[in-house]
């Protein structure tokens, strides 16, 4: 892989809630992304995986941390100073309903990004033909708006938007979730030909391990706003290390009947006004022990593997 495009260090969102409190939604995350590299990232439903894209979206600030973003400090720019970047740094959200402005032609979403440019309309025209075509969309779309399309078209649609300016890098946040199963490997099949054949570096959100393992080459795993496991991908899902990395893979069917699997994840994720002390893992998790209670784990190289564990006691 080349130099890293996105770096980020120590990142961390805190949000007041109601009485006063806190929640910790990320905390001290660091990460890399390279051009022609998707991070699969993966956890339950309130993991702060969310939070850690939007961040590097810059759609709203971290309370402490760094982003660098194609060698550029980004973490407090303005976004008047961000402006010239942002045509790098795209998005494609899950529900394609609210995201496109059902009031506008096709034509006039996708070329949006090229008129904030200074584009001129010719060249926008040309642009829209060749990006309906690259995502496997009909000439005649241009003319048509959001509501003519099926759930997956929407979809194409708005990932023709987010290259219409040749970004860098695209955060796709739960972008095939809402899709049935044989349009959603469709929409997988597209994102991993557009990662190649324009090298885009791809911050794939999701909570469905099938559609991470098929498009990331690494994958981080996020328990409470904490990043506790981050590996290549074959790595991760034949051999994961952490218990929670474990307990998450064995809630998907076996691929080989009898296969000895991990137990399944016990109990709620707890709250993370009130995260428990030490590992933030140890109510649920089958190997603790007496010192995770009290003693929280650094994120470590477990060499000979390439991956990095929270756990005292990484399998
Ligand atoms: Fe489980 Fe302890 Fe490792 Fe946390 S540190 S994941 S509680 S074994």
Known sequence: MSEPILVAAHLRKDFRVPGGRQLRAVDDVSLTLSAGETLGV???????????????????????????????????????????????????????????NPRMRVGDIIA?????????????????????????????????????????????????????????L???????????????????????????????????????????????????????????????EAELFEHPHHPYTAALLAAVPAPVPDQAVPPPLRGEVPSPIEPPSGCHFHPRCARAEARCRVDAPELRPLPPSGALVRCHFPG
């Open 42 to 100: 993966v956890g339950e439903s309130g993991c702060g995986k969310s939070t850690l894209g939007r961040m590097i979206l810059r759609l709203i600030a971290p309370s402490a941390g760094e982003i660098r973003f194609l060698g550029q400090d980004i973490t407090h720019l303005s976004e008047r100073a961000l402006r010239p970047l942002r045509r790098h740094l795209q998005a494609v959200f899950q529900d394609p309903v609210s995201s496109l």
């Open 170 to 232: 695209i955060v796709c946040d739960e972008a095939t979730s809402s899709l049935d199963v044989s349009v959603q490997a469709q929409i997988l099949n597209l994102l991993s030909d557009l990662q190649a054949r324009f090298a885009l570096a791809l911050f794939f959100i999701s909570h469905n391990l099938g559609a991470v393992r098929h498009l990331a080459h690494r994958v981080a795993v996020m328990y409470l706003g904490r990043v506790v496991e981050i590996a290549p």
């Open 112 to 168: 949006e990004p090229l008129v904030n440019l200074g584009i001129g309309r010719a060249d926008r025209r040309a642009r829209v033909a060749e990006l309906l075509e690259v995502v496997g969309l009909p000439a005649d779309a241009t003319g048509r708006h959001p509501h003519a399309f099926s759930g997956g078209q929407r979809q194409r649609i708005a990932i023709a938007r987010a290259l219409a300016a040749s970004p860098k």
